[in-house]
């Protein structure tokens, strides 16, 4: 009786639940296994969101309350006016006679410097070439003596301060051939430079950079700046006047002109630079009013902080009535699609306000039109990785710097009173922003350093546009998981149609194909990325032929890419690469695709840290290439009119995402079709190699490597 108890008080044991995913897991497997449908929804969202920006953008304001823009009344009377517009005429006589030299117009400038009290000195450099030593002190042997460039430099010391910190400002002028405008930015900053010699609340160093533009407005200050943050410790000075005698005949004239002031011969320097300033006055002119124009980029589309940008626009428009202008895309404001997008962005706006007056969203259409153009253009030259002028130079040094160019109204120049104004509302505009920027205890930091401008007032922050990019590239990780499994469970399901005996041995060949398939396509994937360094170095040597032209550099960089790609292909492919080949693999081109998908998303994200712009644009260009790439073979095969429609598809996206031609086209809708050649591109190369800009790695590493991939994956052997 116990016995049969105790037997039927036993029961049989539950089996264990197993657990449940974590939400994380589910929401990933339903990404993956909805992943046709996701990639297109975030595709179209990454797209909507970047129209939506500069209804996104928010008024600019002032972060940093010391600044204090405008608080004072400006100092700057017509009596500096006149003393520079002595310094005009001085220059204008000058250069009209004969026999005029550049080292005239400089010692001209050198006097004037001097007279104020400013400590002067000449700094000389050699211009710059591609894939040249950033070496000033050394001279070439191909660079003949004669061939340099030397900047004057003023230096006023702070009354008030300690020597640690400074304001630089910049003016170009070509010593060889000065014309009227480079003459009125000379005269802008030798006014305020001639108030700051005088005034008592100043507590940083003032440094005024005449710098020779000659050899173009960016290489004398990239050099002289070099010089300034590298110590020199050797006889650098001592070896160029050995080897170029006749380039120092400039400091040989000070003796006979000075005789109570001093030109130094060596390097002078102030402290670190806390912002700097170039001043130009446009060749153009406004038809109506005043104008001021910013240029804020630099290499790599960095920015310099955005309260200098505020400061500047505050005053010039609320102190000195100037209209403010920013680079804009043009050929975007006759865009009938753009209008009424704007027009329907409005009536949003309209309808969410009507619903809820505290919802403040959207903008009227012409300021949407506006807005885009001018976002359009900041994408554009921060995705250019070029600097816009000369204080890109300053930015490689992390000092916040910008070019102000300044346009006269119409015939203004013309009239002496016109001149006065103009020169004494452009003076104390600058007056304005050194004294708000003295008032800094510390560098520019409160602000952001990560933005878009979709006007002087309005900008967009880098929590807003980092949507639209993440939006866009989301679909790359989706659908190379989705191809991968795929692949895999086809190759399981023709490995389960094979008799195969039982136990944990047959687990084992499936295994190993679907790993060895994986690491094949890896392989080929590095190896096309190895080809693309190979390609990005390629230049250095293309550039020792001598006279060769842009055109002719480009075609030998075409023809040895394609040599590399074939002899690579040759050398590193292995027997063993190609074993499995006669076996069925109906997903070997969706592995590769998986691979080039996840190579093109790691690209993108890593870019996006250095220049968003460079990775925005190659995003909109890269990611329907990789996601719409499939064998050319199946499609025809087919027959039908959605694989037609893809055929062309994968071959337009194909031809436009070629680099040289993405250049090309985006060029000439910037600036227009009519002198763009593929020479354009070779330049273009030329200068993001000299200014260091992460623009030609992308190029060459990541967008190039995928482009081949994905036209290897068009025309694969299914």
Same mark, same amino acid.
């Given at each position: 009786?116990?016995?049969?108890k ?5 029961t049989?044991?539950i ?18 296994s909805?992943s ?29 309350n010391?600044?204090?823009?405008g ?11 006149a ?18 030299s ?6 001209l ?5 001097s ?31 004669a ?20 304001i ?20 802008i ?6 108030l700051?010699?005088r005034v ?10 005449v710098?020779?533009s ?7 200050v ?11 410790f ?10 170029c005698?006749?380039?120092?005949n ?36 406004e038809q ?8 804020a ?8 902080n955005l309260?200098l ?26 865009l009938?699609?753009?209008?009424t ?11 969410a ?19 885009s153009a ?42 002496k ?22 008032n ?17 007032g ?15 590239v ?7 998981a ?16 094979k008799?195969?005996?039982l ?5 084992e ?16 994937v ?22 060769c ?11 040895l ?30 592995i590769?695709?998986?691979?080039t +998908?996840?190579?093109? =998303? /790691? $690209? ?5 840290? *250095?220049?968003?712009?460079? %990775?925005?644009? #190659? ?12 064998p ?9 009119i ?8 994968? +071959?337009?996206?194909? =031809? /436009? $995402?070629?680099?040289?031609?993405a250049? *090309?086209?985006?060029?000439? %809708?910037?600036? #227009? ?21 992460a623009t ?17 994956i068009?025309?694969?052997r299914?």
């Open positions: 009786m116990v016995a049969e105790e037997s039927e008080s036993v049989p044991p089996p264990r639940a197993r657990p449940k995913p974590r939400p994380i897991v589910q929401l990933g497997i339903f990404l993956i909805h046709l449908l996701f990639s297109v929804v975030f595709s179209t969202a990454g797209v909507l969101a970047l129209l939506l920006l500069p209804v996104l953008a928010k008024n600019t304001y002032i972060s940093e010391a600044l204090m823009p608080s004072v009344a400006p100092m700057l009377s017509n009596q500096e006016v003393e520079a517009n002595r310094l005009v005429k001085d220059l204008t006589s000058l250069n009209s006679k004969p026999l005029a550049a080292i005239g117009s400089q010692r400038v050198s006097q004037y410097m007279n104020l009290g400013a400590e002067v000195s000449h700094h000389k450099f050699h211009p710059l070439h591609f894939f040249s030593s950033p070496d000033s002190g050394r001279v070439e042997q191909n660079i003949s003596c061939l340099h460039g030397v900047n004057t430099v003023g230096i006023i010391r702070a009354p008030r301060g300690d020597g640690k910190e400074a630089v400002l910049v003016t170009t002028f070509n010593s060889v051939k000065l014309n009227q405008n480079e003459a009125l930015s000379l005269a900053a030798y006014s305020v430079f001639s700051l010699t008592p609340w100043l507590a940083k160093d003032v440094i005024w950079l710098a020779d000659q050899f173009g407005e960016y290489s004398g990239a050099a002289w700046l070099r010089d300034y943050h590298t110590p020199v050797s006889g650098l000075g001592t070896l160029d006047a050995e080897m005698p006749e380039s120092n400039i400091y040989g004239l000070n003796e006979n002109l000075f005789t109570e002031r001093t030109i130094y011969d060596g390097f002078k320097r102030a402290g670190t630079m806390a912002a700097a300033l170039v001043i130009k006055v446009a060749d153009r002119s109506y009013e005043d104008s001021l124009s910013i240029y980029e630099a290499s790599n589309g960095q920015m310099p309260d940008i505020n400061i500047v626009n505050y005053l010039a428009v609320h102190r000195q009535g100037l209209r403010v202008k920013v680079e804009k895309f043009w050929p975007l404001l006759g009938k699609w753009l209008k997008l704007g027009e329907i962005f409005e009536s949003l706006g309209h309808l306000r009507s619903a809820n007056p505290q919802w403040k969203f959207g903008i009227p259409a012409a300021d949407y039109i506006e807005g001018t976002l359009a253009s900041s994408l554009y030259y921060q995705a250019l990785g070029v600097p816009t002028g000369p204080h890109g130079a300053f930015r490689d040094y992390q000092v916040d710097a910008i070019t102000l160019e300044i346009s006269p109204k119409v015939s203004s120049l013309d009239n009173v016109r001149q006065n104004d103009f020169l004494l509302r452009s003076g104390r505009l600058i007056e304005g922003v050194i004294r708000s920027v003295n800094l205890l510390e560098k520019f930091h409160q602000s952001f350093f990560l933005y878009l401008l979709t006007s002087p309005k900008f967009v922050s880098v929590g807003v546009y980092m949507i639209a990019f993440a939006l866009l989301a679909p790359l990780p989706m659908v190379a989705s191809l991968y499994v795929d692949a895999s469970n086809s190759d399981y399901s023709l490995k389960i149609d008799p195969a005996p136990g944990n041995a047959s687990d060949p499936c295994i190993t194909l679907k790993s060895w398939k994986w690491l094949f396509a890896a392989k080929k590095f190896f096309v990325h190895l080809w693309g360094s190979v390609v990005s170095l390629l230049p250095y040597f293309i550039c020792q032929i001598p006279s032209t842009p055109t002719t550099s480009f075609i030998i960089w075409v023809f890419s394609i040599l590399s790609l074939v002899v690579m292909y040759i050398v590193l492919a292995s027997p063993s690469s190609h074993a499995n080949e006669s076996q069925p693999q109906r997903g070997e081109w969706a590769l695709k998986s691979v +998908l996840s190579a093109a =998303f /790691i $690209g993108l994200c890593l870019m996006s840290v *250095i220049n968003f712009a460079t %990775a925005e644009i #190659g995003g909109l260009l890269m990611v329907p290439m990789c996601l719409m790439a499939h050319l073979k199946l499609d025809v095969k087919a027959r039908s959605r694989t037609v429609s893809r055929v062309v598809y994968n +071959l337009v996206l194909g =031809f /436009i $995402g070629f680099p040289p031609v250049f *090309i086209v985006l060029k000439g %809708a910037f600036e #227009g079709f009519s002198g763009v050649n593929v020479g354009d591109f070779w330049s273009w190369v030329e200068s993001l190699w000299a200014w260091n800009s030609y790695l992308y190029i060459g590493m990541v967008h190039l490597p995928c482009w081949v991939l994905c036209i290897h068009l025309f694969h299914c």
